[in-house]
């Protein structure tokens, strides 16, 4: 089944919601802000998309860079700063079968279907 990590307050996210919605797949929709990933969940998202934890962050939100920004982390760092600080994973990320991408655009996620 397909999976998107969801924020329901950005545009973009809810663009890809509506293309997986008019798909007719079956999909889950995590509200990552509210359903925090765990750092096991996490880590398996990153596999999905064979990306570094440093390519999974929103660096122009206030909190990374009143926090983060300059400062030398590892990849467990970076994990940490995104559950501790959901709103920096970017999104939306939709995942099947192992795979996975970052809906930006949200066209990206027909690639899904």
């Known amino acids: 089944m397909i999976k998107i990590y969801h924020n329901p307050r950005c545009r973009k996210s809810r663009e890809a919601l509506e293309l997986l919605k008019e798909s007719g797949k079956e999909y889950e929709v995590v509200k990552y802000l509210e359903e925090i990933p765990t ?9 999905c998309l064979s990306l570094k934890a440093e390519n999974l962050v929103r660096k122009n939100e206030p ?44 066209e990206r996620v027909q690639e899904m279907l």
């Open 63 to 106: 909190i990374w860079k009143e926090k983060f920004k300059g400062k030398l982390l590892s990849e467990e760092d970076i994990i940490n700063a995104m559950i501790a600080y959901p709103k920096l994973i970017e999104r939306p990320i939709v995942i099947e079968g192992g795979k996975a991408i970052i809906g930006r655009p949200p």
């Open 39 to 47: 750092k096991e969940e996490l880590r398996e998202v990153l596999n």
